[in-house]
């Protein structure tokens, strides 16, 4: 199993991204897969999971209302539409997989490599 998370990168205080996580490997119909981010010197933080079926949304507190995840099953790739953002969104934002729900970072079995979110003020 690979996850291959992109779409991080430079942004504004206010502006939006768009993250993506592709996973490949074997069907992923009934996996959850979820966003967490990590900035330094803190906790990895959840922000988002979504059931590549469909439904099962969660949002992190700090993030709901601005972040929305999406999916499409048929690519098995998840999306992380990041709007309003703020400099303490500033991290690496991870795209993980499991079979179990939860925010914890300890249920999910697969993890991708990262890509770097920069909020300028």
């Known amino acids: 199993v690979q996850l291959q998370a992109s779409g991080g990168g430079l942004v504004q205080a206010g502006g939006s991204l768009r993250l993506s996580c592709a996973a490949s490997?074997?069907?992923?119909?009934?996996?959850?897969m979820g966003w967490f981010r990590q900035a330094p010197g803190k906790e990895r933080e959840f922000v988002a999971r979504?059931?590549?079926?469909?439904?099962?949304?969660a949002y992190g507190d700090s993030v709901k209302g601005r972040f929305t995840i999406s999916k499409d099953g048929a690519k098995n790739t998840a999306y992380l539409q990041m709007n309003s953002l703020k400099p303490d969104d500033a991290a690496v934002y991870y795209c993980a997989m499991g079979t179990q729900y939860g925010t914890s970072h300890n249920v999910y079995d697969y993890w991708g490599q990262g890509t770097l979110v920069t909020v300028s003020s």
């Open positions: 979504i059931r590549l079926s469909g439904g099962n949304i």
């Open positions: 490997g074997r069907t992923f119909s009934n996996y959850i």
